[in-house]
């Protein structure tokens, strides 16, 4: 296709002058002349015919490396030509796109209102830029960024629309990517926490007269265990079926994924029978799962409450709702419990202390371990040390473990907490051992969280290899309630895997608990640590020295070690170590110290014997 081309050149007038004059020059010497100027103007000419098409050329070949789409219409909007990024695009070949009006492959999700404003633009700025929708040959719709300009030709007409396009799908998938990123869960796509705060808020805010929300959180109980025989494959899985099947049972309502395995259900309603429905609820959900063959049947924890009855604010809501839940984990789980104006009260104070503590492992300096020497009975040796967390609070001072572990179990914190034990028992040996202070065992307490976690053994191995501390020197004291939570699995194979490793494993608070021989004979145990229960009345009280007596008897046979803790009197000491306890820790030798304190105390009595013999003089 050749380019337009005008006769607007000087030479080029001249040559065609010299044509015409060729007729009429009298002599050769001036037709020679003219003959000149025309073969001079006809090679200007040629060049110039040769470097327009050259452009067009180079042109053209731009036009089909070019990675956006280009059509080109008439006035009239029929096309006239594309290149072959648009057939790539759109599926169209040139051939049979050529002459149709380019809006028949316009998506029909566009309305007359969007053409009108397009061609208004298009007719008063020349061009128009913007997203739309197109059709592909295959049917399918897609989105584009579209830029079109009027072509004007000289008497001010528009000849020509010249449109460049770009396939943005890959663009809009990413932004709604982001978006369920930021709103759904990615494994059942059900809201997520962040988006269950905004449909709750929404709900409160519309609620009608007359109209009430229930809100219920729903707990899969045991789903550790669920994972562990089935894998974390099937436990997901099982996880996608419970939220469709929950979803599928509220109608009209908001189902979302908490995290884990809690699930949150919202409905609105104009009926008082919010008991009813949870019951609904519950027997919807316990029927069996199919899942990988098996039949399973879950247990559930339910807390529930009413809007506005309990509350019109999403926070507070949430909050109550969280109390109800571990309300209803604490009688036992697989119950169902409303929100009470009691478990808020309950809660308000020790929601604060929650706040702080969690401030406390954040900022570091309120929290501290205490160390209690446990002794040999034959001639009272130090043999080691057991590490008890102790929280400083700045308001309240020394806060009762009692008072703060179950609530770190309860939120989530035992994992934080536990690590820090590790950590910080681990650095106050490795000073005590550039101090020249003596080289004791420590002995920390390990909960069922930090078991079912499972973060204990990274936690161990990183602590150990930081401080440059042995596996042997720090033992690990489980108690009978660890052994039996059921989110733990099944922790033999762990524990053999931390004995190997070096470390030693006791069982603390020994006949407390669910006490079970076959316990003892299956666990790779070194120590049994038999609970002061048992001790405070010895050597007067016969039950208590029978049983004594026994597990004594009973660990020889198991060739275990016993450390009876809570001994406080010469009494209980001699009964001890007549009935053959090797190892005492209590009030009579020592009671648990901090650090500063501790070491004074060795240091104090430094003068008084070796090393060996630091902590002999009782301290009552």
């Given at each position: 296709?050749?380019?337009?081309?005008?006769?607007?050149?000087?030479?080029?007038?001249?040559?065609?002058?010299?044509?015409?004059?060729?007729?009429?020059?009298?002599?050769?010497?001036?037709?020679?002349?003219?003959?000149?100027?025309?073969?001079?103007?006809?090679?200007?000419?040629?060049?110039?015919?040769?470097?327009?098409?050259?452009?067009?050329?180079?042109?053209?070949?731009?036009?089909?490396?070019?990675?956006?789409?280009?059509?080109?219409?008439?006035?009239?909007?029929?096309?006239?030509?594309?290149?072959?990024?648009?057939?790539?695009?759109?599926?169209?070949?040139?051939?049979?796109?050529?002459?149709?009006?380019?809006?028949?492959?316009?998506?029909?999700?566009?309305?007359?209102?969007?053409?009108?404003?397009?061609?208004?633009?298009?007719?008063?700025?020349?061009?128009?830029?913007?997203?739309?929708?197109?059709?592909?040959?295959?049917?399918?719709?897609?989105?584009?960024?579209?830029?079109?300009?009027?072509?004007?030709?000289?008497?001010?007409?528009?000849?020509?629309?010249?449109?460049?396009?770009?396939?943005?799908?890959?663009?809009?998938?990413?932004?709604?990517?982001?978006?369920?990123?930021?709103?759904?869960?990615?494994?059942?796509?059900?809201?997520?926490?962040?988006?269950?705060?905004?449909?709750?808020?929404?709900?409160?805010?519309?609620?009608?007269?007359?109209?009430?929300?229930?809100?219920?959180?729903?707990?899969?109980?045991?789903?550790?265990?669920?994972?562990?025989?089935?894998?974390?494959?099937?436990?997901?899985?099982?996880?996608?079926?419970?939220?469709?099947?929950?979803?599928?049972?509220?109608?009209?309502?908001?189902?979302?994924?908490?995290?884990?395995?809690?699930?949150?259900?919202?409905?609105?309603?104009?009926?008082?029978?919010?008991?009813?429905?949870?019951?609904?609820?519950?027997?919807?959900?316990?029927?069996?799962?199919?899942?990988?063959?098996?039949?399973?049947?879950?247990?559930?924890?339910?807390?529930?409450?009413?809007?506005?009855?309990?509350?019109?604010?999403?926070?507070?809501?949430?909050?109550?709702?969280?109390?109800?839940?571990?309300?209803?984990?604490?009688?036992?789980?697989?119950?169902?419990?409303?929100?009470?104006?009691?478990?808020?009260?309950?809660?308000?104070?020790?929601?604060?202390?929650?706040?702080?503590?969690?401030?406390?492992?954040?900022?570091?300096?309120?929290?501290?371990?205490?160390?209690?020497?446990?002794?040999?009975?034959?001639?009272?040796?130090?043999?080691?040390?057991?590490?008890?967390?102790?929280?400083?609070?700045?308001?309240?001072?020394?806060?009762?473990?009692?008072?703060?572990?179950?609530?770190?179990?309860?939120?989530?914190?035992?994992?934080?907490?536990?690590?820090?034990?590790?950590?910080?028992?681990?650095?106050?040996?490795?000073?005590?051992?550039?101090?020249?202070?003596?080289?004791?065992?420590?002995?920390?307490?390990?909960?069922?969280?930090?078991?079912?976690?499972?973060?204990?053994?990274?936690?161990?191995?990183?602590?150990?290899?930081?401080?440059?501390?042995?596996?042997?020197?720090?033992?690990?004291?489980?108690?009978?309630?660890?052994?039996?939570?059921?989110?733990?699995?099944?922790?033999?194979?762990?524990?053999?895997?931390?004995?190997?490793?070096?470390?030693?494993?006791?069982?603390?608070?020994?006949?407390?608990?669910?006490?079970?021989?076959?316990?003892?004979?299956?666990?790779?145990?070194?120590?049994?640590?038999?609970?002061?229960?048992?001790?405070?009345?010895?050597?007067?009280?016969?039950?208590?020295?029978?049983?004594?007596?026994?597990?004594?008897?009973?660990?020889?046979?198991?060739?275990?070690?016993?450390?009876?803790?809570?001994?406080?009197?010469?009494?209980?000491?001699?009964?001890?170590?007549?009935?053959?306890?090797?190892?005492?820790q209590g009030f009579y030798f020592a009671r648990p110290?901090?650090?500063?304190?501790?070491?004074?105390?060795?240091?104090?009595?430094?003068?008084?014997?070796?090393?060996a013999q630091l902590g002999t003089t009782p301290v009552?």
């Amino acid at each position: 296709m050749w380019s337009p081309f005008a006769i607007n050149r000087p030479l080029a007038w001249a040559a065609m002058a010299a044509l015409l004059a060729c007729v009429w020059l009298p002599g050769p010497g001036l037709r020679l002349m003219a003959a000149t100027i025309v073969v001079a103007g006809l090679s200007h000419i040629w060049r110039q015919l040769r470097r327009e098409r050259q452009n067009a050329d180079l042109m053209q070949q731009a036009l089909m490396l070019s990675e956006e789409g280009v059509q080109i219409t008439d006035a009239e909007n029929r096309i006239l030509a594309v290149n072959p990024a648009f057939t790539r695009i759109t599926g169209f070949t040139e051939e049979e796109v050529r002459g149709v009006n380019a809006a028949n492959l316009v998506a029909s999700r566009h309305d007359s209102s969007f053409f009108k404003r397009f061609w208004q633009t298009l007719e008063s700025k020349g061009r128009w830029e913007g997203e739309i929708w197109n059709r592909r040959k295959q049917g399918d719709e897609y989105p584009e960024w579209l830029r079109v300009k009027a072509v004007v030709g000289r008497k001010g007409r528009i000849t020509h629309f010249v449109g460049t396009f770009t396939d943005i799908s890959v663009h809009k998938a990413r932004e709604q990517d982001l978006r369920r990123i930021g709103f759904e869960d990615p494994l059942t796509g059900l809201p997520n926490r962040r988006r269950l705060h905004d449909l709750m808020t929404s709900r409160l805010r519309h609620l009608r007269a007359g109209e009430s929300l229930d809100m219920a959180i729903i707990d899969i109980d045991g789903f550790k265990s669920v994972n562990d025989s089935l894998g974390v494959d099937q436990g997901d899985r099982l996880l996608a079926r419970f939220g469709q099947r929950l979803a599928g049972h509220v109608a009209g309502g908001v189902v979302g994924r908490l995290g884990g395995d809690e699930f949150l259900v919202i409905r609105t309603t104009t009926f008082d029978d919010h008991d009813k429905w949870i019951a609904g609820l519950r027997e919807h959900l316990g029927e069996p799962f199919e899942i990988d063959h098996r039949s399973l049947r879950l247990g559930l924890s339910i807390g529930s409450c009413r809007a506005p009855e309990d509350g019109s604010d999403s926070g507070v809501l949430f909050q109550r709702l969280e109390s109800a839940l571990y309300s209803a984990k604490r009688h036992g789980r697989n119950v169902s419990q409303r929100f009470r104006p009691a478990l808020d009260v309950q809660d308000t104070p020790q929601m604060a202390l929650v706040y702080s503590l969690r401030d406390a492992l954040a900022n570091g300096g309120q929290l501290e371990l205490y160390y209690q020497s446990q002794h040999r009975t034959s001639d009272g040796l130090v043999v080691g040390l057991e590490a008890l967390l102790r929280w400083r609070h700045p308001e309240h001072g020394l806060v009762s473990p009692g008072d703060f572990i179950p609530l770190a179990e309860r939120h989530g914190l035992m994992g934080m907490l536990g690590n820090w034990v590790i950590d910080e028992a681990l650095g106050q040996m490795a000073r005590w051992r550039e101090t020249g202070m003596p080289k004791l065992p420590v002995w920390i307490n390990i909960s069922a969280i930090q078991m079912f976690q499972g973060e204990l053994e990274s936690a161990l191995s990183s602590g150990l290899a930081r401080h440059g501390i042995a596996a042997g020197q720090l033992g690990l004291e489980l108690t009978e309630s660890v052994l039996l939570d059921e989110r733990a699995g099944d922790i033999v194979p762990r524990l053999e895997a931390l004995r190997e490793r070096g470390h030693r494993i006791a069982i603390d608070d020994f006949g407390t608990g669910y006490s079970s021989l076959g316990y003892l004979k299956r666990l790779p145990l070194d120590k049994i640590k038999l609970d002061r229960a048992f001790i405070r009345s010895l050597p007067d009280d016969p039950a208590d020295a029978a049983i004594v007596s026994a597990v004594l008897a009973m660990a020889r046979g198991l060739s275990l070690d016993v450390i009876a803790e809570g001994v406080e009197t010469q009494g209980q000491l001699d009964f001890l170590r007549d009935a053959g306890c090797r190892l005492v820790q209590g009030f009579y030798f020592a009671r648990p110290m901090a650090v500063g304190a501790l070491e004074e105390h060795w240091q104090s009595l430094a003068g008084q014997s070796s090393t060996a013999q630091l902590g002999t003089t009782p301290v009552v």
